[in-house]
């Protein structure tokens, strides 16, 4: 690889830091889906849109898509399954027929009251070896480098 890279102006802590964070994201979407959800037979984006969902109570589509991260081409077809499992409901905007609100049926929201916790115990787990402080370090750097790329024309 260094003979790829020689002469490059490259900056390697960048590109470490990025990498690590990509493996790191990908490890912990991979954790979540062997442990805390694979009971409920639930994938990350499908925990997401559910957790996102839970947060607003009820809350349009194009504002679930953003929150979670992903395209309304993909919402469309998670919330098309959590909505034939019964997890999801789905109903037209009061004021404007075609936009679409979300909000979880009763099965949604008891799957939520029991998964949050469990999930959340996992969360604790994944990050036992870390101090508080390096934490606290930790979850401000990523939030400075999220809020960064939300300020960032495309």
Known sequence: MSKRLAGMALDMPAMAAVSNVYRAAGALRNHFERTALAPHNLTWTGWVVLWVVWIWEEIETRHVAVEAGISKGTLTGVAGTLEKRGLLERRTHPD???????????????????????????????????????????????????????????
């Open 96 to 154: 404007d027929g075609r936009r679409v609100l979300l909000r979880l049926s009763p099965a949604g929201l008891q799957l939520m009251t029991e998964l949050f916790p469990v999930f959340n115990k996992q969360e604790a787990q994944v990050v036992e070896p870390l101090s508080p402080e390096e934490l606290r370090v930790l979850a401000g750097a990523l939030r400075k480098i999220v809020v960064g790329m939300e300020d960032r024309p495309a």
